[in-house]
Structures are given as C-alpha cells and as structure tokens.
C-alpha cells in the first residue's frame, strides 16, 4: 500500500485543506521561499495557497524562459499570469526583475539576445522576451569568441554519380570532436589560463547520444598524444547486462548456497574462479550418481559438489575444490561485514573485475554498480540474505531498471541532455542539435483530456457507425503543437546560456547548398 510523488501531493493537499493543518502551518511559517518557480505545478501552487498568509509572505523566484519540465506537469503560465497580475496590481505583489548575467561573456549574451529577440514571444514561449527579460552585462563581464553555428552537411555525394544517401550521425561527432581539438591545442581560457577536458560540456537531445558522443571522443587522440577523456551523466541499465547479471546471481547465492539455478549459472559464467561448461557439471552429477545411486539426485548442487570434492581424485575435482573455496571464503565473510566490502571481497576473490579488465579494456560498470549497491542497500549492514532476496525480487519484478553515472574523475569532457544542465555552466558548450520529432504524426487518441477544456472525444456517427477526428481534436492538436514548441524555444535558451566564454552550435544539413540558396532568395 505505498504512495508515489504524486499520491503524497495530492494527500498532502487534502490535509491542508482542512482548517487545522493550514492554520497550524500559516502560523508557523513566517516566510515562504519558492525556488524553481516557472517549475511548479497548478497542484503544487495550490499547497503553497493553503497555508500563505492574506498579507503576503511569498517570494516566489523563476526565471519562466527556462520552463523545460513540461513533462512533469510543470505549467509556465502559472508565473505568467502571476507577474501579470502583480505588474497590474501592485497591492497584490511586487515584481522584481533580475537582468543582470555574472556568467557569460558580452558575445554570448548578445547572440542570445539576438536568437531570442526574434524567437520567444508570449504566443511562441509563453513569455514576451522585451527588455524586461533582455539578458543584461555585469559590471566584471568579459569579452571573448564570438558564438558560432557549424553545419555538418550530412548531404555530400557519396560516390561519383552523385548518390545521395541518409546523414549518418557519425558526421555530427566528426565535427564535434573538430572543435574539441581546436578548443584544446589551440585556444586559451579568457583569463589566459591553459584549456583543460573540464572546461567542456556538449549538450545533446537525448541520454543515448550523450553516451555515443562520449564513446565516440573517448577514441580519439590529440596532437601531443593526450588520449581525449569523456565521460557522461548517462544510464545504464542494471539487470540487462550480462556480467552485472552474474554478479547478482552470486549476490544471491551468497544469502542462500542451496539456490541450484543460480549457483549453476554462476558455475557456467566464464571467468578464472569458474568456467565451467554444461558438459563438466554433468559429469559431476554422473560421477555422483553412479557412487551414491539416485539418494543424492534430488539434493542441492553445493552439497553434491562437497560429496564430488570428498570422493572424486580428478583435475576437475581439484577445479570444483578451488571454486567452493572462494565461495566459502567469501560467504564467511559475508556475515561480517557491509555491502562495500563484500563486493570488494568478491571483485578480489574470484577476480571477475580483473578478468572484464582485461577481456574489455574497461571494468567500470562495476564500479558503478558498486555504487548503486552501496547507496541502496548500505542500511543493511551485513544481512547479505536480505540483500540478496531483494535483489532477487528486483530482478524478477523490474525487467529493466537504469542506474546513473557519474564519473568520480573530474578532468574529463562532460557530455549530458540539455535538461540535466540546467543550473550548472562550464567555459566551453557545444550543443548538439539534430533536428526534433516529426511533427506531422498524428498522435490523438479518440478520448483525451485538457486542463482548460475537460474531456475531448471524436466524432461518432452512430448510423453509419464510423467515427472521426472531432474540430475540438484538431484545436487540441494545434494546442499541444505550440507547447511543444514553445518548450523547444525554452530548451535552446537554457543550452545557450550555459556557456560561459565559448559556445558552439553544431546543426544537421540533408543539403547545405539548397539551404544556402533558399537563404539567399529570401534575403
């Protein structure tokens, strides 16, 4: 009977609607700070409503161009029609407006201004960019590169007769990784200071291709023969990876040795402690069998391995031997210690790490999960068994679950989406934009649901018995079209004014020559 987020909202509102808890709590808060407000949700204004004071004890602080949380629920025409009313009505509130940028340089402040000058209105963002919103220079604002657009005209002929064929994403990390070389062997910070990997941040759409990108620059070597060092705040995913499913069987095998399925399958994994193949196990049980007859057939495969070590003067005896050894060794030591050392232990013992090592050349999603197991199940101290049978339970009921990286070396490129950036900012950004979704999909469902409007359905003729899209659909369309839109606009505001004395913008050309000649018609 557990509650998500949004159970503890709305059980939360419930609470304070009553006159008890909102008086209780108007009483005992003073002040209330809000941060992130372009953020909030209609459910989350009205818990702050609850219980905030006649009088005004509300500051409220958000920035609604870096509205990009759409997904979440989060409603920008809160703020707006917030600032509205304060701005006609000062009785209500006060609106303060913070202009100053402390971050970027005069250059890249003034090419934001000019995209967003053009760009953002209240009809295209849901806020009118006027010189209200217009970012203004500090005092200590430096001057640096000007910010600059290349185009990876993924259209060029690819043989002689002129063949065209689809952009292959690999000429969009081709120029990435240009200027990656040109920013380190040939620039310098602004105050002078030599450019390191840290300084860099590339911006991408998605997870997926922040990964790609870091594998792809992680190839790649300099002119003074620095190998290029990426890293991302990307996901990986827990219980689809082989080797992190062995691990877990052993996990499990840990809290209880009689579990034949997953000893068996730790058994048959392929590295130093074990390796062992189908044909080696049941030649074991063979061996058993024919000493013992069928009494031992049905008992667990630990005990007949012991009854195998005990009775049998073989090379593969002595293998079995050597593999129960680390086992016990390990269990033993289980019952005394946390998860960070067992795990440790295991990665030692049984050599599993060193083994991906050297079969991957990298060993690092150990690591990682070392992490997610230490931050998850830490509490537990040394009950292995009850790690082991939530781990169980974890891989029966969630078919695919993700962990974060975050990579603990911190001189190294970083490569993440534009959402997980906001708040953050770094010497030299390029975004990576490669075009959004297809808009043109029909994407309605024959009932949906809008705040404003209530229940949209199609059109039904009952004596024809057809159906079709209904006006109210098509206006609902259009509705979703320019939200999407406008957080689009939003998200290339929050990417571009994370830089802070270098910004590149890498865009995708199926056909530079026809763009340019277009551009030129129009001019």
Request: charged share 35%; net charge negative.
């Given at each position: ?241 082989r080797d992190i499913h062995r691990l877990i069987n ?53 005990l007949r391995l012991r009854v195998y070590i005990d ?213």
């Open positions: 009977h557990g509650m998500d987020y949004s159970d503890l909202e709305h059980t939360a509102y419930e609470i304070l609607k009553t006159d008890e808890a909102s008086e209780f709590y108007r009483a005992k808060f003073t002040e209330i700070f809000v941060d992130e407000y372009q953020d909030n949700t209609r459910l989350q204004d009205k818990i702050i409503e609850t219980f905030e004071r006649k009088e005004g004890n509300v500051f409220r602080v958000g920035d609604i161009k870096q509205s990009i949380y759409k997904f979440r629920f989060a409603d920008p025409k809160i703020f707006g029609s917030r600032m509205d009313a304060y701005s006609s009505d000062p009785s209500l509130g006060k609106v303060h407006y913070l202009k100053e940028n402390h971050r970027s340089t005069c250059e890249i402040l003034a090419f934001a201004n000019y995209v967003f000058g053009q760009t953002m209105n209240r009809e295209a963002s849901e806020i009118e960019y006027d010189d209200t919103q217009r970012l203004s220079k500090a005092v200590e604002s430096k001057h640096g590169s000007i910010p600059r657009i290349v185009v990876a005209d993924k259209g060029l002929p690819k043989n002689e007769d002129g063949d065209r064929t689809e952009p292959d994403t690999k000429a969009v990390y081709a120029a990435v990784e240009s200027e990656v070389r040109r920013y380190l062997e040939e620039c310098t910070r602004v105050d002078g200071s030599k450019t390191e990997f840290k300084d860099i941040c590339i911006l991408t759409a998605s997870n997926n291709q922040a990964e790609n990108i870091a594998r792809y620059l992680n190839g790649c070597t300099l002119k003074d023969g620095r190998k290029i060092e990426a890293s991302g705040r990307f996901t990986t995913d827990v219980f689809e990876d052993f996990l499990i095998c840990l809290g209880n040795e009689y579990r034949d399925e997953y000893l068996a399958g730790v058994m048959l994994s392929n590295y130093k402690f074990s390796n062992f193949t189908v044909e080696e196990l049941a030649s074991i049980q063979a061996f058993i069998h024919e000493l013992e007859g069928p009494s031992l057939d049905k008992e667990p495969l630990m009775k049998c003067d073989s090379e593969l005896a002595s293998r079995v031997k050597g593999f129960v050894d680390v086992f016990d060794r390990i269990r033993m030591s289980s019952m005394v210690t946390d998860i960070d050392d067992i795990i440790e232990l295991i990665y030692r013992e049984t050599g599993i790490k060193a083994t991906l090592e050297a079969r991957e050349g990298d060993s690092s999603k150990f690591d990682v999960f070392k992490d997610w197991l230490s931050e998850s199940f830490k509490r537990r101290g040394s009950d292995v068994s009850g790690i082991s049978s939530e781990l169980e339970q974890m891989k029966i009921q969630i078919k695919k679950a993700d962990i974060e990286i975050v990579d603990a070396n911190k001189n190294k490129i970083t490569t993440m989406t534009v959402h997980k950036s906001k708040g953050l900012e770094y010497p030299f950004v390029i975004l990576v934009a490669t075009g959004g979704q297809d808009e043109r999909k029909d994407n309605l469902s024959s009932i949906m649901f809008d705040r404003d409007d209530g229940f949209i359905t199609e059109d039904y003729d009952f004596d024809n018995i057809t159906r079709s899209h209904s006006f109210e659909q098509y206006i609902y369309k259009m509705k979703m079209r320019l939200a999407s839109n406008s957080e689009t606009v939003r998200l290339l505001y929050v990417a571009l004014t994370r830089a802070k004395e270098k910004l590149i913008m890498t865009v995708v050309s199926k056909d530079l020559q026809k763009e340019i000649e277009k551009g030129l018609e129009r001019r």
